[in-house]
């Protein structure tokens, strides 16, 4: 009888028929209920019927509901920086660069509503649970240094870096958050981005605001 020590291991806890879940099946049923209700909303048996397996097939994957929410909180951050390397300013073109980042990142605050609201639901949970603070500080960290980055080459006096580039972070969540739904609308994310644009330009040595 041939070993079964090294064969493949089987998920016998899907429904026939059913190709097996991956971890990251589960993690995007979770992002779905996170993004619904929070981190309360995230339950084990739930997300188990709506992927329509049973719940042993939870512990094929995760080792416990704390398990879940951890490695949950570990992919968005991962994500997080993901995205800040594609954004990352080559320092080319830096007034170009900055209307392109901000593009960006208000026209998916107004198409991906589900982002934000998984977002959000992070930062309320991390005023509750150690794990999730550090990783929200990790990822505002990040992004603000690369703030600071775009900040440097667009010439700002080193000493108001810092300062420029967290108020930046702060206008642009600030604004995904009121843009969020907003699909379509192009005047209001247009005149949001000048207005950021403008303010950063304005301390960098530039009174460009940039193309109407």
Known sequence: MASSKNSPRTNRNVA??????TRDDWLDAAAGEVAAGGFGNLRVLTLAKKLGV???????????HE??????LDRWRDRRFVELDYMRPKGENPEEELHQLLQLLLTDAS???????????VRDF??????AARLVE?????????????????GSVEDQVEELATLM??????????????????DIIRRIEHLVARVALGQGGSTNSGKE
């Open 16 to 21: 026939p028929g059913k190709s097996q879940l």
């Open 54 to 64: 049973t719940r042993g097939s939870f512990y094929w994957h995760f080792r416990d």
């Open 67 to 72: 398990d879940l929410v951890n490695s949950f």
């Open 111 to 121: 198409r991906n509503v589900r982002r934000l609201q998984v977002e959000l639901a």
């Open 126 to 131: 991390a005023r509750r649970n150690d794990y």
């Open 138 to 154: 990790e990822v505002d960290e990040a992004r603000v240094e690369q703030n600071k980055l775009l900040f440097r080459n667009l």
């Open 169 to 186: 972070y702060v206008a642009t969540i600030g604004s995904q958050v009121v843009l969020s739904g907003r699909q379509g609308n192009t």
